[in-house]
């Protein structure tokens, strides 16, 4: 054993040199490669590898970078959008402001005509006021009839007891008719239509009223039959009285004695059973007479032109074909 | 402006009134001219109203000339028989 380990012990010199030999080979070449490898490094790869390194810094920084733009750029987005949404609002509103202009500027021209209207409108208005106003103040001017009328139609009322009424038809009154009670009235109402006459109302009533409306429409003379009416009323009152002897006849009227002027004239004795009275006789006057100094007819022209008649009448002809001047 | 088209309107609503007024005036003055008319056209009388003292009138024709006068003093009294008396007048023209 320990031979062959001196054996295996020389032999391990041996191959221990070589081994040394190897190694120092092997470390020559190791410090070959090493430089090989130093000097390899030290090469141009070197220089990419920095290069590299620096361009792998480079593009992350480049990154980051980007990053950092891509986040402004967002937000110049954001910006952008909302600059436009702003910029459409006030392209909007200016719109809406030009509209608005241009109905105020619109309407201002309106209001411009309207007013235009307006002023000729007062023009022609304060025109035509002052017309009226003169046209009243002409009028007001106007000396009115109505007065002397009406006082005419008073004396109508008051002297001869006779009152006329319009309305649904013409209503003719009478008073002083009944000697006992003079206020008493007697009316009766015509109407005409159609070309006819027809009595509406008669009181007191009359036997013969239908009779005379009948006479009436023929003769078309309303005036005689409103005369006649009044003789009728008189006779009915007259004929309610009691009856004297001869002295009532059948026409009569009533003249007081105690009237110092009469001055009118008749041709009838008249009398009355109320008054004392003395059968009164005068003579019928023509047309025209100068006997009496009493009756003075006075000729028509000067009446005419009299200033004591201070309204007009003008009698209406009624086209009657037998209107006579007597009423009996 | 608007005050003076206000007072002119109200100008124009007062004219207006008086103008109807003055024909509602005329219509009725018509009417009673026509009344006027009736009573002397049944009577065939003109009364002479300016004497108070007496009652007097004109008896007229159809032409209007006049035929008579007549006069009656006024009396209270005398109103029932001077009313008659001229009727009668009136009946025998």
Redesign the interface.
Known sequence: MERQISDIAGEDTTEKKSMASLGLMYEKDKDEQSRKIDSFIASPFKKSMDSLLERAQSTSQSHVELANLKADLREAEDNLVKVLAAKTRKEARQMGIRDSISATQSRVEVLRRT?QL??S??EE??K??SQ??QA?SD?AGKV???P??????S??N?????H?E?GHG?K?TFT?ID?KR?TREFSFTVHYGNDTYTLLDCNPQMDDAEEMVQELNKTND??RF??LM??KF?KATLSELPTHSENLQQ?T????A?????????D?N?S?PE?KVSNVQVNR?H?RSSDSP?????P?SS??RSS??K?T??????ESNSCS???? | MADELKDLNSQVALIEEQRLAIKRNKRDQLRTEKKLSMYASVTKVIPKIDDSVKTSGYMVDRDKRIIEKFEFDTDKRADYETCNSIWEIIKRK
Do not use: C, H
């Not at chain 1, 009227?253 to 007081?256: A, D, E, G, N």
């Not at chain 1, 009493?294 to 006075?298: A, F, I, M, Y």
């Open positions: 007013l307006q002023k409108k007062r208005y304060a035509i006021v009226q106003l009243l009028n009115t009839e109505k002397d009328i009406n006082e005419a139609i004396w109508y008051q002297a001869l007891g006779f006329v319009a013409v003719f002083n000697a003079p309303l005036f409103v005369r009044r003789d008189l026409e009227s009533i003249i007081s105690s009237a110092p002027a009469l001055s009118f004239t008749t009838t008249m009355t008054n006057r047309k009493l009756v003075s007819p006075v028509t009446v005419r004591r008649l309204f009448i003008s009698l209406v002809r009624v001047e007597s009423d009996s």
